[in-house]
C-alpha cells in the first residue's frame, strides 16, 4: 500500500472521527435541553398544585363555616320552640316537619369528611408532582454528569444548569384550616 493511500486513509478515518464526535455532542446537547424543558414542566405542575391549594383550601373551609351556621341556626330554632307554649309547639312542629322532608339530615360531619379528603388529596398530589420534579432533576443531573456528555458540553460551550430538589416540608403559602 502506498503512503498516499495510507495518509488518506487515516485522514477518512480522522474526519469520521470528528463527525461522530459532533454528532454525539449535539444529540447529548440535545438531550440536555430536552431534561430542562422536562423540569421546568415539572416545575410547573407543583405550582399548578400548590395554586390549587390556596385557591381550595380556604373555599372549602368557608362552605363547611357557612353550613355549619346554618346548621346551628336551625338546631338554635329546633330548641327554642321547644320552650314556647303547647299551640306555638304545634306550629314549629309542623315547620320542622317541613324542613324536615326538605333537608331529611343536617350532616356536618359529612362536609368535615369531605374537607379532609379533599386537604389529603391536595396535598398527595403536591408530593407527587415533587417527587416528579425531584426525579428530573436527578435525571438531568446524572446526564450532564457522566462521561462523556460533560466533556463534550465543555467543548461546544453549553452552560450545565443547577437545579435544586424541592423540599417536601410544609409549604409557608399552605393554607391554615381556621374554623374561628
Known sequence: ?????????????IICGVVASLALTYNAQNNAVGMEEQIESAK???NVQEKRRADLIPNLVECVKA???????????????????????????LAIQAVAEAYPELSSSENYRQLMYELSVTENLIASHRNAYNQRVREYNTYVRRFPHGFFF??????????????????????EVNFN
Open 1 to 13: 500500500m502506498s503512503k498516499v493511500k495510507l495518509v488518506l486513509i487515516v485522514v477518512v478515518i
Open 44 to 46: 410547573s405542575d407543583v
Open 67 to 93: 353550613y355549619d351556621k346554618h346548621e346551628y341556626e336551625t338546631l338554635l330554632a329546633i330548641v327554642q320552640g321547644r320552650s314556647m307554649n303547647d299551640e306555638t309547639v304545634n306550629r314549629v312542629e
Open 154 to 175: 465543555g467543548l461546544t460551550g453549553y452552560t450545565i444548569k443547577s437545579y435544586k430538589y424541592l423540599s417536601f416540608e410544609t409549604s409557608e403559602t399552605a393554607p
